[in-house]
C-alpha cells in the first residue's frame, strides 16, 4: 500500500513539472517587454466581436453648443458641476452654435431651428413645487419677468416670443449656419426662495437650459434635438463680482496640493448635454396658422376667450353683458372676467381674478403700470376709463328748416327770422380726414341710407357747387359749422348733399 501511494507521489511531481516547463516558454519568447493587450485583441477573433460594437470616434456627437460669456467659479471641486454667478438684470451672451459633422441632420439644412431658454431651479426639491414658487415670486413681483431677451443686443434671432404665463422662459428662431447669439437677462436672485433671507452664498442655485427643436412636417417646432444646461447663482448687481472675486482669493490662499482638488475658473461656461425640459414644448406652439406675437396660453388660463359669432352660456342674448363697452362698479367677478378677455386682457384673468368690477376701477394708473408693466397697464387704464382716441377734425352740421330739428321757445327779438325757432346742430367727429368718413358720419349722424348720398358738395362763391375732396377736408378748420341741404339728383336716384 505505501509503494502505491509513493507512485503517486512521483507521478503527481512529474505531472507538475511537465506542466511548468510548458508554461515557462512563453514569457521568453514574447519577452518580458513585448507583451501587449492589444496584440491579443488584435487577433481575428476579436476583431470579429469587434465590429459589432460603436467605435470611439462613432460616439454621439452633439449637434450644437452652447457657449455663456460669463467666468465659471474657481472654488469648484474637480469633479463637480461648473458654477457661474450672474449679476441680477444684466445682460449675458449666450452663443448658438453648430456643432454638426458632415452630413449630420441633412434635413434642417438651409431651414431654421427653435431654441426655447428656461432659467429653472437646479435643487430638485424646488422643482417638485416650482408652480407654486413662482407664482409666489410673481406676486412679490407684478409685471416683472424671471428672464427676458435683450434683443437690441441679440443677433440672428428671428421670431422672438414670450408666454405671460411663463415668465421662467422665451424663445425664438435661429439659423444654425449664420452667427447667432442671444443675450438674457435674470431677474430673480437666488435669496428669494430661501427661507430666510440670507446672504447671496446661502441662495438656491438655478439652471440655464437651452432645448432646441426642428420643425416637423405638420410645420411645428417640437421634434427634439438638443438640449444643455448649465448651474448658476444670482445676485444683486455688482454682487457677482464681489463674490467671483472673494473665491479667488480664497483659492490663492490654499496650497499647490489643496488647489489640484479644484477646477480652474474659465473664461467662458460651455453648457453641458442633459435631457430635454419635461414641459413639452406644445405649450409654446400656437396652433392657430396665423403667428402671433406670444406663446399661445390657454391651457394656462382658467378662462378661454370666447368665439365671435358666439356667446357665453350664462349671457345668450342678453345685452346687459359686461363682456362689451364701459366696465361698471357693480360688474361681478365673472362679468370682470369676461370684460377683461373682450378687451384682449386675457393674461391677467387670473392674476384679476378674485376682482370686481369696483375692485378693478378703484386702482389708479401707478397701480396698473406696476401689476401689469407700462404697455399694458396704461392700456387697460385707459380701457377702464373709456378714454376715446381724440378726433382730428371736429365740424358742426345742421339740416336748413323746414326739414331740421327745430326748438320752439326762443323769443322773436332774438333777431331770427324762423319765428324764434334755433337750429339744433350734430357734432361731427373726424378721425380720417376724408370726404368719404364726412360721407359716412353725415349718414350716421341724419339717419341717411348711405347708399342713396351721391356726392357732397359745397357751396361756394356766387353759389357754385364744389365737390367736397379729401383735399378740401384736409383744409377744413376746427369746429366749423355748416347748413346742408338736399337735392335729388339727376337720375332720380338718390340725392346730393350741399354743405353752405
Same mark, same amino acid.
Given at each position: 500500500?505505501?509503494?502505491?501511494?509513493?507512485?503517486?507521489?512521483?507521478?503527481?511531481?512529474?505531472?507538475?513539472?511537465?506542466?511548468?516547463?510548458?508554461?515557462?516558454?512563453?514569457?521568453?519568447?514574447?519577452?518580458?517587454?513585448?507583451?501587449?493587450?492589444?496584440?491579443?485583441?488584435?487577433?481575428?477573433?476579436?476583431?470579429?466581436?469587434?465590429?459589432?460594437?460603436?467605435?470611439?470616434?462613432?460616439?454621439?456627437?452633439?449637434?450644437?453648443?452652447?457657449?455663456?460669456?460669463?467666468?465659471?467659479?474657481?472654488?469648484?471641486?474637480?469633479?463637480?458641476?461648473?458654477?457661474?454667478?450672474?449679476?441680477?438684470?444684466?445682460?449675458?451672451?449666450?452663443?448658438?452654435?453648430?456643432?454638426?459633422?458632415?452630413?449630420?441632420?441633412?434635413?434642417?439644412?438651409?431651414?431654421?431651428?427653435?431654441?426655447?431658454?428656461?432659467?429653472?431651479?437646479?435643487?430638485?426639491?424646488?422643482?417638485?413645487?416650482?408652480?407654486?414658487?413662482?407664482?409666489?415670486?410673481?406676486?412679490?413681483?407684478?409685471?416683472?419677468?424671471?428672464?427676458?431677451?435683450?434683443?437690441?443686443?441679440?443677433?440672428?434671432?428671428?421670431?422672438?416670443?414670450?408666454?405671460?404665463?411663463?415668465?421662467?422662459?422665451?424663445?425664438?428662431?435661429?439659423?444654425?449656419?449664420?452667427?447667432?447669439?442671444?443675450?438674457?437677462?435674470?431677474?430673480?436672485?437666488?435669496?428669494?426662495?430661501?427661507?430666510?433671507?440670507?446672504?447671496?452664498?446661502?441662495?438656491?442655485?438655478?439652471?440655464?437650459?437651452?432645448?432646441?427643436?426642428?420643425?416637423?412636417?405638420?410645420?411645428?417646432?417640437?421634434?427634439?434635438?438638443?438640449?444643455?444646461?448649465?448651474?448658476?447663482?444670482?445676485?444683486?448687481?455688482?454682487?457677482?463680482?464681489?463674490?467671483?472675486?472673494?473665491?479667488?482669493?480664497?483659492?490663492?490662499?490654499?496650497?499647490?496640493?489643496?488647489?489640484?482638488?479644484?477646477?480652474?475658473?474659465?473664461?467662458?461656461?460651455?453648457?453641458?448635454?442633459?435631457?430635454?425640459?419635461?414641459?413639452?414644448?406644445?405649450?409654446?406652439?400656437?396652433?392657430?396658422?396665423?403667428?402671433?406675437?406670444?406663446?399661445?396660453?390657454?391651457?394656462?388660463?382658467?378662462?378661454?376667450?370666447?368665439?365671435?359669432?358666439?356667446?357665453?352660456?350664462?349671457?345668450?342674448?342678453?345685452?346687459?353683458?359686461?363682456?362689451?363697452?364701459?366696465?361698471?362698479?357693480?360688474?361681478?367677478?365673472?362679468?370682470?372676467?369676461?370684460?377683461?378677455?373682450?378687451?384682449?386682457?386675457?393674461?391677467?384673468?387670473?392674476?384679476?381674478?378674485?376682482?370686481?368690477?369696483?375692485?378693478?376701477?378703484?386702482?389708479?394708473?401707478?397701480?396698473?403700470?406696476?401689476?401689469?408693466?407700462?404697455?399694458?397697464?396704461?392700456?387697460?387704464?385707459?380701457?377702464?376709463?373709456? +378714454?376715446?382716441?381724440?378726433?382730428?377734425?371736429? *365740424?358742426? /352740421?345742421?339740416?336748413?328748416?323746414? %326739414?331740421?330739428? !327745430?326748438? #320752439?321757445?326762443?323769443?322773436?327779438?332774438?333777431?331770427?327770422?324762423?319765428?324764434?325757432?334755433?337750429?339744433?346742430?350734430?357734432?361731427?367727429?373726424?378721425?380720417?380726414?376724408?370726404?368719404?368718413?364726412?360721407?359716412?358720419?353725415?349718414?350716421?349722424?341724419?339717419?341717411?341710407?348711405?347708399?342713396?348720398?351721391?356726392?357732397?358738395? +359745397?357751396?361756394?362763391?356766387?353759389?357754385?357747387? *364744389?365737390? /367736397?375732396?379729401?383735399?378740401?377736408? %384736409?383744409?377744413? !378748420?376746427? #369746429?366749423?359749422?355748416?347748413?346742408?341741404?338736399?337735392?335729388?339728383?339727376?337720375?332720380?336716384?338718390?340725392?346730393?348733399?350741399?354743405?353752405?
Amino acid at each position: 500500500m505505501a509503494w502505491v501511494l509513493k507512485m503517486d507521489e512521483v507521478i503527481e511531481s512529474g505531472l507538475v513539472h511537465d506542466f511548468d516547463a510548458s508554461l515557462s516558454g512563453i514569457g521568453q519568447e514574447l519577452g518580458a517587454g513585448a507583451y501587449s493587450m492589444s496584440d491579443v485583441l488584435a487577433l481575428p477573433i476579436f476583431k470579429q466581436e469587434d465590429s459589432s460594437l460603436p467605435q470611439e470616434n462613432e460616439t454621439k456627437h452633439p449637434p450644437f453648443q452652447y457657449v455663456m460669456c460669463a467666468a465659471t467659479s474657481p472654488a469648484v471641486k474637480l469633479y463637480d458641476e461648473t458654477l457661474t454667478y450672474l449679476n441680477q438684470g444684466q445682460s449675458y451672451e449666450i452663443r448658438m452654435l453648430d456643432n454638426r459633422k458632415a452630413g449630420d441632420i441633412p434635413e434642417i439644412n438651409g431651414k431654421l431651428v427653435k431654441s426655447i431658454i428656461r432659467v429653472v431651479f437646479h435643487d430638485r426639491r424646488l422643482q417638485y413645487t416650482e408652480h407654486q414658487q413662482l407664482e409666489g415670486w410673481k406676486w412679490n413681483r407684478p409685471g416683472d419677468r424671471l428672464l427676458d431677451l435683450d434683443i437690441p443686443m441679440s443677433v440672428g434671432v428671428i421670431d422672438i416670443k414670450t408666454n405671460p404665463s411663463q415668465l421662467n422662459a422665451v424663445e425664438f428662431l435661429w439659423d444654425p449656419t449664420k452667427c447667432t447669439s442671444a443675450f438674457i437677462q435674470v431677474h430673480c436672485i437666488s435669496t428669494e426662495f430661501t427661507p430666510r433671507k440670507h446672504g447671496g452664498e446661502k441662495g438656491v442655485p438655478f439652471r440655464i437650459q437651452v432645448d432646441t427643436f426642428k420643425q416637423t412636417e405638420n410645420g411645428e417646432y417640437t421634434d427634439h434635438l438638443h438640449s444643455a444646461s448649465c448651474q448658476i447663482k444670482v445676485f444683486k448687481p455688482k454682487g457677482a463680482d464681489r463674490k467671483q472675486k472673494t473665491d479667488r482669493e480664497k483659492m490663492e490662499k490654499r496650497t499647490a496640493h489643496e488647489k489640484e482638488k479644484y477646477q480652474p475658473s474659465y473664461d467662458t461656461t460651455v453648457l453641458t448635454e442633459c435631457s430635454p425640459w419635461p414641459d413639452t414644448p406644445t405649450t409654446f406652439v400656437n396652433s392657430s396658422p396665423t403667428p402671433a406675437p406670444t406663446f399661445t396660453s390657454a391651457q394656462h388660463n382658467t378662462y378661454s376667450v370666447p368665439d365671435s359669432n358666439s356667446s357665453s352660456p350664462n349671457h345668450q342674448g342678453d345685452g346687459t353683458s359686461q363682456g362689451s363697452g364701459d366696465l361698471h362698479p357693480s360688474a361681478t367677478i365673472q362679468e370682470t372676467q369676461q370684460w377683461l378677455l373682450k378687451h384682449r386682457f386675457s393674461t391677467y384673468t387670473r392674476l384679476f381674478s378674485n376682482f370686481s368690477g369696483a375692485d378693478l376701477l378703484k386702482l389708479t394708473r401707478e397701480d396698473l403700470v406696476q401689476i401689469c408693466g407700462p404697455a399694458d397697464g396704461i392700456r387697460l387704464y385707459n380701457a377702464l376709463k373709456s +378714454r376715446s382716441v381724440r378726433p382730428r377734425l371736429t *365740424i358742426y /352740421v345742421c339740416q336748413e328748416p323746414l %326739414q331740421s330739428i !327745430q326748438l #320752439e321757445g326762443q323769443d322773436a327779438g332774438n333777431g331770427d327770422s324762423s319765428n324764434g325757432a334755433i337750429y339744433v346742430y350734430h357734432a361731427i367727429y373726424l378721425e380720417e380726414m376724408a370726404a368719404s368718413e364726412v360721407t359716412r358720419k353725415l349718414a350716421l349722424a341724419f339717419n341717411i341710407p348711405l347708399h342713396q348720398i351721391n356726392q357732397v358738395y +359745397r357751396q361756394g362763391p356766387t353759389g357754385i357747387h *364744389i365737390l /367736397v375732396s379729401d383735399q378740401m377736408v %384736409q383744409n377744413f !378748420q376746427d #369746429e366749423s359749422c355748416f347748413l346742408f341741404t338736399t337735392i335729388k339728383a339727376e337720375n332720380g336716384e338718390g340725392f346730393h348733399i350741399i354743405l353752405k
